[in-house]
T-cell receptor, first 117, second 111 residues
Framework: DAGITQSPRHKVTETGTPVTLRCHQTENHRYMYWYRQDPGHGLRLIHYSYGVKDTDKGEVSDGYSVSRSKTEDFLLTLESATSSQTSVYFC????????????????FGPGTRLTVL | QKEVEQDPGPLSVPEGAIVSLNCTYSNSAFQYFMWYRQYSRKGPELLMYTYSSGNKEDGRFTAQVDKSSKYISLFIRDSQPSDSATYLCAMKKEGAQKLVFGQGTRLTINP
């Protein structure tokens, strides 16, 4: 499982509330990613990080922000959740500072199922 | 038009059959090609990873990339009920961080 955990695993919230999802990794990977998975769309990249405090947008970043203050943690925040953000969110990692894992292979966490009512 | 097209299935075959899963793509800049297996309510698991064109074999799984046709395939030999899952193709450009995924094909292997 590449040492990736996500929390919470399930969450139900109401429209307009802030939500933060956490991705935690234990193997010092350089790159971390947030994807969402929706029927008919497959997986789509929201944001990614290429180091502590270094982040960039993906293809569906509107309404989401991220932060990475430590190598091991990558947070995804929905500032004001909307029903269109109901989805399954996956964190992924790639690359290692030690060079033992390439940057092109991404490994995924178990996912967080988010429902916005 | 999506950059990566994958027949969503569902595909149902008997145990022991050879399974062929395919994706087509439109962007000739893609250089890295992956196949992921995803069981219900689990995260995608990297099965095969290929750079550029050619074949790669790992046990019962073979990945093929034909860049001239913009077509990739995953073959599963001697399919088992435990192979029942959704299979996702993914690809990326050199230097890019984004993986572009197909929709996934839901596969069922019947005992």
């Amino acid at each position: 499982d590449a040492g990736i955990t996500q929390s919470p695993r399930h969450k139900v919230t109401e429209t307009g509330t802030p939500v933060t999802l956490r991705c935690h990794q234990t193997e010092n990977h350089r790159y971390m990613y947030w994807y969402r998975q929706d029927p008919g769309h497959g997986l789509r990249l929201i944001h990614y990080s290429y180091g502590v405090k270094d982040t960039d947008k993906g293809e569906v970043s509107d309404g989401y922000s991220v932060s990475r203050s430590k190598t091991e943690d990558f947070l995804l925040t929905l500032e004001s959740a909307t029903s269109s953000q109901t989805s399954v969110y996956f964190c992924a990692i790639s690359g290692s500072y030690a060079g033992t894992l390439g940057v092109n292979e991404q490994f995924f966490g178990p996912g967080t199922r988010l429902t916005v009512l | 038009q999506k950059e990566v097209e994958q027949d969503p299935g569902p595909l149902s075959v008997p145990e022991g059959a050879i399974v062929s899963l395919n994706c087509t793509y439109s962007n000739s800049a893609f250089q890295y090609f992956m196949w992921y297996r995803q069981y219900s309510r689990k995260g995608p698991e990297l099965l095969m990873y290929t750079y550029s064109s050619g074949n790669k074999e790992d046990g019962r799984f073979t990945a093929q990339v034909d860049k001239s046709s913009k077509y990739i395939s995953l073959f599963i030999r001697d399919s088992q009920p435990s192979d029942s899952a959704t299979y996702l193709c993914a690809m990326k450009k050199e230097g890019a961080q984004k993986l572009v995924f197909g929709q996934g094909t839901r596969l069922t292997i019947n005992p």
